[in-house]
């Protein structure tokens, strides 16, 4: 699991978008830019959760364009990526997020990513850097969880991430 890699790519790829975007984020305000990315992730998240369907107990969606899938699921991964290098997260490594205890049930899933975004924004605000730390492992290790009960390797959504986003960098 190369995850620095990928805080490496998601740092890139925001400072070339900062670059042709001209946006100067001391106008928007330091504390707009932190409330962004954590509603960014939750409403990618939520796409997720929408695409499923998983939510209607009496309609299961199947047969879900798996290209869809894996944009909209590398789509809420680069807020979370982004979230962990603004807060200096980005030395988690991949015994830290295998550490974490797994699950097969993805309305839990999709249930205990709401709560611990909200936790650890929560815990950021309050400068609790190692509960927070603890809290976004946490966090990582559902998401990855996530993919997994979606169909989705690591492995596979690593590849596809380098593929779509080092060549427009």
């Known amino acids: ?12 790829i925001e400072n070339h978008i ?12 330091e504390e707009n830019v ?9 409403v990618k998240t939520a796409e997720i959760a929408n695409l499923t369907k998983c939510y209607k107990y009496y309609k299961i969606k ?7 899938l894996i944009i909209r ?18 030395i988690i490594n991949s015994d830290a997020i295998e550490a974490v205890e797994k699950s097969d049930n993805i309305i839990k899933l999709f249930s205990n990513i709401f ?5 650890l924004k929560k815990l950021i605000l309050q400068q609790d850097y190692v509960n927070s730390l603890s809290v976004y492992i946490r966090l990582f290790a559902r998401y990855i969880n996530l993919g997994e ?19 427009s960098v």
């Open 1 to 12: 699991m190369e995850l620095n890699q990928l805080f490496k790519i998601q740092e890139v």
């Open 18 to 29: 900062k670059k042709l975007s001209d946006i100067d984020e001391n106008v928007v305000g």
């Open 34 to 42: 932190f409330d962004l990315k954590f509603l960014a992730l939750q």
């Open 62 to 68: 199947e047969n879900i364009p798996r290209e869809k």
């Open 73 to 90: 699921y590398i789509d809420a991964m680069k807020f979370l990526l982004s979230i962990g290098n603004a807060h200096g997260f980005n």
């Open 115 to 119: 709560d611990d975004i909200r936790d």
């Open 149 to 167: 009960c979606l169909g989705l390797s690591f492995e596979e959504v690593y590849d596809y991430y380098l593929k779509n986003n080092c060549l």
